[in-house]
Nanobody, 118 residues
Framework: QVQLVESGGGLVQPGGSLRLSCAASGFTFSTYAMTWYRQAPGKERELVATITRTGGTTNYADSVKGRFTISRDNANNTVYLQMNSLKPGDTAVYYC???????????WGQGTQVTVSS
């Protein structure tokens, strides 16, 4: 059974940090690119950061460049999103996504809420 389980969300003040984790099981994690998406209320889901299968290449949305870092641990089937200098505009539900090499197989986690507020 395929599972992606996000954790680490919560309430944080502006300027604070959070580290999200996504634990994967039920598929060969190291053969999937991993991506974090987010969806704010009333807005479409948007890509935040993505990392290739080996972790050699990462890409970020312009809005998070320099503040967020995506990483993965293939030995432990986990992908992370380190979020620093958080802003109220980062408030959203954050989702973990796994995509096969050709993108024809995708898995989604259930999401974790991140709220940035004073």
């Amino acid at each position: 059974q395929v599972q992606l389980v996000e954790s680490g969300g919560g309430l944080v003040q502006p300027g604070g940090s959070l580290r999200l984790s996504c634990a994967a099981s039920g598929f060969t994690f190291s053969t999937y690119a991993m991506t974090w998406y987010r969806q704010a209320p009333g807005k479409e889901r948007e890509l935040v950061a993505t990392i290739t299968r080996t972790g050699g290449t990462t890409n970020y949305a312009d809005s998070v460049k320099g503040r967020f870092t995506i990483s993965r641990d293939n030995a432990n089937n986990t992908v992370y999103l380190q979020m620093n200098s958080l802003k109220p505009g980062d408030t959203a539900v954050y989702y973990c996504n796994a995509a096969s090499r050709w993108g024809n197989i995708q898995y989604w986690g259930q999401g974790t809420q991140v709220t940035v507020s004073s």
